[in-house]
């Protein structure tokens, strides 16, 4: 079974929408860590957040926001009036206590931001 | 501060053929992880290093490929008698081990074709 499901394989916007993008994960472990990353097209994996399984704070950070909801296993990701400079695939990932060095990905949602 | 850094960025090899690429990790980090993206997926785990000591294997890591870190430093990872199935992007990572569920920061990638 997959531990990470990101459902939306491609977005479309137009510059200035925001957009959400969905991330459900699975675990049985109490401890494990969270985690965004965004791939240009250049291929590069860029970190943009890191989140815990005891913080469920939100999270805000210029555009972009995350929401971690444990009772639904969810932890989304927020771009507000998104940017062309947006466009790329965005990953989820887990890491979790048993083997905290092994992450396992999500298969990236496209965004495309059209100007 | 430079980042994880990878060699070849491509490379293209005929069926049979053994390929080696090399991974430098951020200076200070003792983790150095390797992982396979194909297209349109996640990256998959594949192997992990602190310092020299090799960790962690994947299932996904036959016997054809190895990996080793002789000084702790840089990495390298050889795939023997290459299959056109191994065509992949292979990404590297490093991270700086605490208590675990570090962020691991991924080098540009080395993209594989085999013909």
């Known amino acids: 079974a997959q531990k990470v499901t990101q459902a939306q394989t491609e977005i479309s916007v137009v510059e200035k929408e925001d957009v959400t993008l969905d991330c459900v994960y699975e675990?049985?472990?109490?401890?494990?860590?969270l985690f965004w990353y965004k791939q240009p097209p250049s291929g590069e994996l860029v970190f943009l957040i890191r989140r815990n399984s005891f913080d469920e704070q939100n999270e805000i950070s210029g555009r972009y926001s995350w929401n971690f909801q444990k009772s639904t296993s969810s932890f989304n990701f927020t771009i507000t009036a998104s940017q062309v400079v947006d466009s790329a695939v965005y990953f989820c990932?887990?890491?979790?206590?048993?083997?905290?060095?092994?992450?396992?990905f999500g298969s990236g949602t496209k965004l495309n931001v059209k100007p | 501060d430079t980042g994880v850094s990878q060699n070849p960025r491509h490379k293209i090899t005929k069926r049979g053929q053994n390929v080696t690429f090399r991974c430098d990790p951020i200076?200070?980090?003792?983790?150095l992880y390797w992982y396979r993206q194909t297209l349109g997926q996640g990256p998959e785990f594949l192997t992990y290093?602190?310092?020299?000591?090799?960790?962690?294997k994947s299932r996904l890591l036959s016997d054809r490929f190895s990996a080793e870190r002789p000084k702790g430093s840089f990495s390298t990872l050889e795939i023997q008698r290459t299959e056109q199935g191994d065509s992949a992007m292979y990404l590297c990572?490093?991270?700086?081990?605490?208590?675990?569920?570090?962020?691991?920061?991924f080098g540009p990638g080395t993209r594989l074709l085999v013909l």
């Open positions: 990932a887990l890491s979790e206590e048993r083997s905290f060095n092994k992450f396992y």
């Open positions: 675990t049985r472990d109490t401890t494990y860590y």
């Open positions: 290093f602190q310092n020299e000591a090799q960790l962690e």
């Open positions: 200076s200070e980090h003792n983790r």
């Open positions: 990572a490093s991270s700086d081990a605490l208590v675990g569920g570090e962020t691991q920061y």
